[in-house]
Each structure stands twice: as C-alpha cells, then as structure tokens.
C-alpha cells in the first residue's frame, strides 16, 4: 500500500509516542531505567506479519487484546521465547529452570507476561487514540505461546474477514545489561480499517 508522506509522518509519530510510552512503563515496572532503539511503525499487507521472524513455524510468546468501542479488532504483542524468557529474568531476577521443551511449563513460567504486555500494548493503545481521536476500549489480555502464522490468524478466525492492512511497530527496549525487540500487530476489522485509515488522512 503506498503511503503519501504526510500519512508516513502520523504513523512514525504513533510509534514515537507509543514507544515512549512503552518505555516509561516498562523503566516503572523494572525500577530501572529503559532506552530505546528508533521505533518503526508502517501499514504492511496481512499477508506479511510473520515477516518479523525467521518463519512462520516459530514459536513466540503473543499477548493478545481484542479491542472494542471505535476500533475492532485485536492487537498483538509477540516476543520470540529466548526475549520473554530475558523480560521475565529482568522482572523477576529469576532463570527458566524447566525444559523448554516442556509447552506446560513454558506457559506457566510465562504466565506474568500476560501482564506487563497488558501494560506495553495500553501505551500503544493510547498513542494511537490520541492521534487518531479513536476510542479504542482494550480487553482483558490471553498470553500463549504458538507459531507465529498461528497466532496471526485468530482474527481471521474469530472475524472471518478482517482489514488487507495491518499496523506494524517494532521497538527496540534496551538497559546496560539486555535487548529486547517488542512486535506489535494492530490488526483491525474490514470497517475498523476505514475508520483508521479515514483518521490517519489516507
């Protein structure tokens, strides 16, 4: 989809903001403080968002909200496992001493993401409502842990049409010690669609 330049500025901007936000919540939750990388954020086709990990059969930690009021829809947070796992060291202080092979254990070990992507994904919420003027009411989050193209998927299957484009944003949360690269999705219905690409100008 191509973008004029103005549309391009707002959604940068929607990263900025979001990022920031991210980060100040994130840095509260740490008690430490938290940098990050130049945030990217652009309309990609549905059919690209596995394109931020290596395939789409990669296991990743997704949080996910459906949202209401004017905007429907879901938005995903999705950490490939070895970033979760560092989240919930930094959180905790704690190493996953179980078998990562062990899908039971994984998801109970990463029960508290669920939470602190919660968090993330309000700051996101909230830089998008005060660009756009939406009202963006956000559900109570489900974490799990499956394939990329999985997790993607579920609005297809809860909508069974969605919009053909897909806000994407990327972050990259760094202190002295760890990295982390936090995906969001903003995947919204067919008319949740128009109604942000009528807000953003396009």
Known sequence: MALDAGTLDVLREIGNIGAGNAAS?????????VNIGLPSCEMVPFTQVARGFKSPEDLVVGTLVQMSGDMEGFVLMA??????FELLKLLTGEEFSGNADDYGAVC???APVSEIGNILIG???SAISSMTGMSIIPSVPATTVDMAMALMNIPVVV?????ES???M???FHNEVSSIVGQYFLIPTVESSSRLMSALGM
């Open 25 to 33: 919540a994130l840095a509260t939750m740490l008690d430490d403080k």
């Open 79 to 84: 950490l490939p496992l070895d970033a979760a």
């Open 108 to 110: 109970e070990a990463l």
């Open 123 to 125: 700051a996101y919420l």
């Open 159 to 163: 909508y069974g049409e969605i919009g």
């Open 166 to 168: 897909v806000l994407y």
């Open 170 to 172: 990327e972050t990259d």
